[in-house]
């Protein structure tokens, strides 16, 4: 299907880097295999993806090279309905990551090549951010976005402070990759004062306990650490409104996909979703992202919201690549008959 961009005010502005994935043909291990599989990738982009497909209108902030393989990607990107008007040219390389896939023995397996691409040199005044964020309800970014360079990390904030001077909404994905902090700085001496601003916040356990020093009782259950980092964050983050958090884990063959949230200082749980089976789990996170976004714009009681997520977030796992290319109506119809192998006519 599609979608024409969108050039007026938009729903959600987000800013991280757009990257290209190669990911290993046919199960193969990267020592193995000789061709790959290409999509377009990025954190912040595959939540732009999903929540264009639901109808609210985003719009797309990076620097890429002047370049056919990154207008590829862009072009694939305002298919979805992604406006890309505030996209910046320049430098020489768009950000490539590789990926093995994994299976029920063994973990899928990343290898990055970001660093001196068109995104990691970007520099602070290059991107006119009044112009990029007017008539912007949200802002979105997340730690991938801060991680690849000290300039990337300076644009973030010089980001931030405009949408906060002009009343956007804030919203964050700790998102923490430690292979990409290698500039010299660590996450904990960036992220804290980045996320000051934050009023939306999806976080994990391992992020919290890295960018914050939170730790939880590993003993406990995940609803119980969910409530002890969430008490210590709300300390941390004087702004936050909202948090969302996924879980995954394995029971024999199945996967376990559930949530949590905390909104206006009120905990909610979902036991989620039984997934049988996993065609590609990268990108869940941004899809449930996308989800807790879509809830918190169209005015969802908080259960409905938690409960859209994770069938966004879910869903999303049964798709190659690392966008939720689907319609609100099959997210509508996943989270009323889950997974099911029937054909829809």
Request: proline share 3%.
């Amino acid at each position: 299907m599609m979608m024409t961009p969108v050039y007026g005010p938009v729903q959600l502005t987000a800013f991280g880097e757009f990257m290209m994935r190669l990911h290993s043909a046919g199960s193969q291990r990267f020592l193995q295999t000789r061709e790959y599989e290409v999509w377009y990738a990025g954190a912040e982009a595959n939540a732009c993806v999903l929540l264009s497909r639901l109808g609210m209108p985003t719009r797309y902030v990076t620097r890429v090279p002047d370049n056919d393989i990154a207008l590829a990607g862009l072009q694939q990107l305002q298919s979805h309905g992604v406006a890309t008007d505030h996209v910046l040219y320049g430098g020489e390389k768009l950000g490539l990551y590789f990926t093995e896939p994994g299976n029920q023995m063994r973990a899928t397996r990343v290898i990055y090549d970001r660093t001196g691409s068109s995104y990691a040199e970007l520099q602070p005044g290059m991107i006119d951010w009044k112009k990029a964020l007017r008539d912007t309800r949200y802002f979105h970014w997340s730690g991938v976005a801060a991680a690849v360079s000290q300039s990337a990390a300076d644009v973030c904030a010089e980001a931030l402070a405009v949408a906060k001077e002009n009343g956007v909404i804030i919203s964050a994905d700790f998102n923490y990759r430690s292979t990409l902090w290698k500039y010299g700085k660590k996450a904990a001496d960036i992220m804290p004062a980045l996320l000051q601003p934050a009023e939306v916040v999806v976080a994990d356990l391992d992020s919290a306990a890295v960018y914050f020093g939170i730790t939880t009782n590993t003993n406990a259950s995940l609803e119980d650490r969910f409530k002890q980092c969430c008490e210590a964050l709300v300390k941390k983050l004087p702004s936050l409104k909202t948090l969302g958090m996924s879980f995954r884990k394995t029971d024999g063959l199945m996967h376990e996909y559930s949530g949590a949230l905390l909104h206006q200082g009120q905990y909610y749980f979902s036991t989620g979703y039984r997934l049988p089976f996993i065609t590609d789990q990268i990108g869940s996170g941004d899809a449930f992202t996308a989800g807790i976004l879509y809830g918190l714009m169209n005015g969802f009681e908080p259960p409905a919201m938690l409960e859209f997520a994770i069938a966004c977030g879910a869903i999303k796992q049964s798709i190659h690549g690392d966008w939720a290319i689907v319609t609100k109506q099959e997210v509508e119809q996943f989270m009323q008959t889950g997974s099911s192998g029937r054909i829809i006519r």
